[in-house]
């Protein structure tokens, strides 16, 4: 019998903003999902780790795998994430925010520059989508770089490139705030009021893998790294749109979704937009997949919440699902 496996990064909340941001939301699907699951510990920081791990990607190396996803041949030459961001000076700290949302033209003009300025070194950045940039290079540095969806709302310096090569990339990274800082896209940005793009955060290295594990039958969701996964491993994906329910009745074999829009809300810090995913996922995703496993349609549904050393899964059977006794407590509770 197929079995379901559900991955979602930031559903549990820190208790200061919880109570508030869960008030009043009616989850009843999840919540009875939690209840009568049993609990485990789970050894997965990010969802990055996470999908990596799953489809035996080694050194998160996703760059060149979201490239291809986004219509660019990787080939054989390395590859590193050099997603746009807005440096914040607050005291002594850098504090890094994603929100910077530019437009394809931004996005054109400012990896010119940058392609202008690092020529002789051998770089060369593109856009194939305004929020998801790259560099490319012929030979990999030696570096371990952090996922930017870890490092939002966080210090930069703690962060930073790590390894032989470490300090050159930290030059790289200070040479790069310069070139954007006086930027007439990032003037006229500051004029109409938007945060500036003054720095890339360099991240996922690696070349193509030749294959991808094939764990699942099927992908879905609302993440478009999921899709990237699924795409390079050769797998079916299907990108829920709003209204759309899921359902496994007519897939042959695991499924896996991955709901990352808690996150993406998270990331924008936009609790409205958290509640409205949550429910959205409640309503398109817990509900009839719990109904499918109350009818014996599925054998076993698996939650995962990545995090930093709060990782946690959740297994429910359908035996399980009749622990009655199991009462329900608020997604806060959790």
């Avoid at 009843?28 to 609990?39: H, I």
């Avoid at 030979?139 to 090569?165: F, M, S, W, Y």
């Avoid at 829920?240 to 810090?269: I, K, P, Y």
Wanted: charged fraction near 20%.
């Amino acid at each position: 019998m197929k079995n379901v496996q559900l991955v979602i990064p930031e559903l549990f909340l820190p208790p200061q903003v919880a109570r508030d941001a869960c008030a009043d939301l009616q989850l009843p699907a999840l919540e009875k999902f939690l209840a009568r699951a049993q609990r485990m510990p789970l050894q997965a920081e990010t969802l990055e780790a996470w999908l990596c791990a799953a489809f035996g990607v080694e050194n998160l190396a996703v760059a060149a795998l979201t490239l291809q996803a986004d219509g660019v041949t990787a080939g054989e030459d390395y590859w590193l994430r050099a997603d746009p961001v807005h440096i914040r000076l607050q005291r002594e700290q850098m504090i890094l925010q994603a929100d910077v949302a530019p437009n394809a033209e931004e996005a054109a003009q400012l990896c010119a520059s940058l392609n202008a300025h690092f020529a002789s070194d051998g770089l060369r950045f593109l856009a194939p989508h305004p929020r998801r940039w790259y560099v490319q290079m012929a030979n990999a540095p030696e570096v371990q770089t952090r996922p930017l969806a870890q490092v939002i709302g966080r210090n930069v310096r703690a962060h930073l490139p790590a390894g032989k090569d470490a300090l050159h990339w930290h030059a790289v990274f200070n040479e790069i705030q310069m070139l954007l800082f006086a930027h007439a896209v990032n003037q006229a940005r500051e004029e109409r009021g938007e945060l500036a793009i003054n720095s890339v955060w360099l991240w996922g290295g690696g070349v193509a893998p030749a294959a991808l594990l094939r764990p699942y039958a099927e992908v879905s969701g609302d993440s478009e790294l999921a899709m990237a996964f699924a795409q390079a491993a050769g797998l079916p994906a299907v990108l829920l749109t709003d209204g759309a329910q899921m359902s496994v009745e007519a897939v042959n074999g695991e499924v896996l979704l991955v709901w990352e829009g808690l996150q993406a809300a998270l990331q924008r810090g936009d609790l409205g937009a958290w509640r409205a995913s949550l429910l959205r996922f409640e309503q398109s995703c817990m509900a009839p997949l719990l109904a499918e496993l109350a009818a014996g349609k599925i054998g076993q549904i698996t939650l995962d919440v990545p995090g930093e050393g709060a990782a946690r899964r959740y297994r429910l059977s359908r035996a399980a699902l009749w622990k009655l006794w199991r009462l329900p407590r608020p997604l806060a509770y959790y």
